[in-house]
Structures are given as C-alpha cells and as structure tokens.
C-alpha cells in the first residue's frame, strides 16, 4: 500500500475506485465498505483509494480539543495495509479545507486530484462549507465530469456507526469481549518502555511501564488483562513520508503476558499507570516501543492488604493468563 501526504505529488490512479471516510479502527463495518472498494476495482481493473483525515474532522469542525480514537493514524495505516488497499491518502484537516464549498470539494479535490473512475460514498455523507454536499450533488457532478458515483448501503453505514460507538464503550468499560468481537481483531495499542518505580520486579514480576505518546488513543478501563505483546524498536514512523510500516503480528511471533492498568492502590498510587508484564522474558527494552495487543479482562484492579497479598494475586493472575494461552505452567 502506498501512503500519500501531498496533494501535488499524487500519481495518475488508474480507474481510481475511491472512498471517503475517517475509518477510525478499521472494524468490521469498515471492512464491508473496503471489501465492496476491493469488488468494485477488481471489476474495472482499477486501483483502491482511500482518502482519510488527519486530525479528526470532529477536532476542527466541532472545536474538540481532545478525543478518543480507536487507531491512530499510523495504526490505521497499519491496518488498511493488511487489508490490502492500494492507495491511503491523508489529508491535512484544517479550517481552510472544511471551509471549501461543496462545489469546489468535487471540482477541484475529488475530481481534479484523484480523475475517479467511481466514487463509492454512503448517502449520508456531507462535505463542503457547512456540510452542504451530498450524495445528490456528488451524482449531479458525477454526471458532467464523467465519474460513477456508488452507494454504500445504509445497513452497512449504520453497522459502522453502532459499531464504533459500542466498541469505545465497550473498552471503556474493560469489556473486551465486545469490543473484540466489533473489531474483527484485537485490540492493540503502543507504548514507549519508560522507567517505573521497580516493584514488580521486587515482587518477582518485573513489568514494561508503558507511556502512550497520543492522548487521543483511547486505553481500555481499570483492570488486569491477558496479552500478547512485540517489541517494535522505533515505534510506528511519525507522519513525514512514505515509510514502510510495522504490519501487524503473526501469532507465532509474539510475547505472552499480562497487563494492569490502573492507579496501584495496593501502595496508594496517585496517577494511572500501564504494566506489562511478559512471560519469560527478561531483555532490557527500555527506549523501545512495545505494541500490546489486548486478549481478555481478568480481573478489577484491587486495594490488597500487603505486598504478600499481591504477590499471591499476581501469581493466580499468572497461570489464568497461562490456562487462557492452554500452557501448562
């Protein structure tokens, strides 16, 4: 999959069969809309193309300073790349684009930039100054510029919708079972190894604290869970070209673990923290980045009476993970 920044530099798409949308995790409502992208260019021989936005719409159109987010985007190029789409464009989203008419959005982004053979978009959508664009206009347009304009059924769009709602309510909640099940995979996220205070290692469990480096990606809810985990050494690229990107693990390829995310109350902890802690393994990967992948939620965090109690706690938590992966310990 190539990945484009620059308008001025796109290449000349061949029968261009593009969509349009945030894609926010990549769920399996996403993956009907690229799975129809997929049909649609395989029977013109064409190209996918994917146009997406960075920042999130919402931050600019809506004044949210913060949101959460299911992928980042250099997740989310990660997981489109192994859907195996052709192109990903992402488009700067500011003030300047959002204030562009409806009119001009067609004529001189969508159609002058990208020569679409077939724009495939939900009826629903809305583009342009004051979202005054649709599906009608983008028809109408269609017609005199020479494109086909597809819809997405709107059972489809609205599997999108439910299922990024519930899978951000669900991992708010620690219910990873529902938010897995959205998603079509699990879910994953990265951290940078930084210092912690030790104690899991004095307690015979050394851990990875893991500091997020986007406040935007959203992090499950209190609570201990089983993961996998690998180490990426320079973490997913930052968004200045065409790198290649980190794709996503092969099973057989991962660290086995558990992880607590919470406050620590057991030594009144004040501030939330993330532990990892991988089974058999004891390198030094401080500095590097680890992308965890969330299997199950075990357990809440709790307040125990002493550090022996937690220890025994830890050690339960130990082979439920183990009995989850069906090692023997």
Known sequence: MQVHRDLELLPLFKNAVVTIGTFDGVHLGHQQIITQLKEEAARINGETVIITFHPHPRKIVH?????????????????????????????????TFADQTAEAYIRHFLFEKFHPHT????????????????????????????????????????NVTISSTRIREALLKSDLATANNYLGYD????GLVVDGNKLGRTLGYPTANLHIQDNEK??????IYVVEA?????????????????????????????????IRPTI?????????????????????????YVKKY?????????????????????????????IAH
């Open 63 to 95: 004044d949210r300073p913060s949101i959460h987010i299911l992928s980042v985007l250099q997740e989310k190029i990660a997981l489109l790349q192994a859907k195996g789409i052709d192109h990903l464009v992402v488009i700067p989203f500011n003030e």
């Open 218 to 223: 959203l992090v499950p809810g209190n609570g």
């Open 268 to 292: 009144n902890g004040k501030n939330r923290v993330i532990e990892v802690n991988l089974f058999d393994f004891n390198s030094n990967i401080y500095g590097q980045t680890l992308r965890v």
């Open 119 to 158: 724009v495939i978009i939900g009826y629903d959508h809305k583009f342009g100054k004051n979202r005054r664009g649709d599906y009608h206009l983008l028809e109408e347009y269609g017609a005199q510029l020479g494109f086909e304009v597809k819809e997405i059924p709107e059972h489809v769009l609205n």
């Open 187 to 190: 879910y994953f996220f990265e």
């Open 230 to 262: 690998e180490i990426v050494s320079s973490g997913l690229p930052k968004d200045d070209g065409n790198e290649s990107y980190p794709p996503l693990a092969t099973p057989h390829s991962l660290l086995k673990g558990m992880m607590s995310i919470g």
């Open 298 to 326: 075990l357990r809440e965090e709790l307040k125990f009476n002493s550090l022996g109690e937690l220890t025994a706690q830890l050690h339960k938590d130990k082979l439920d993970s183990l009995a989850f992966f069906n």
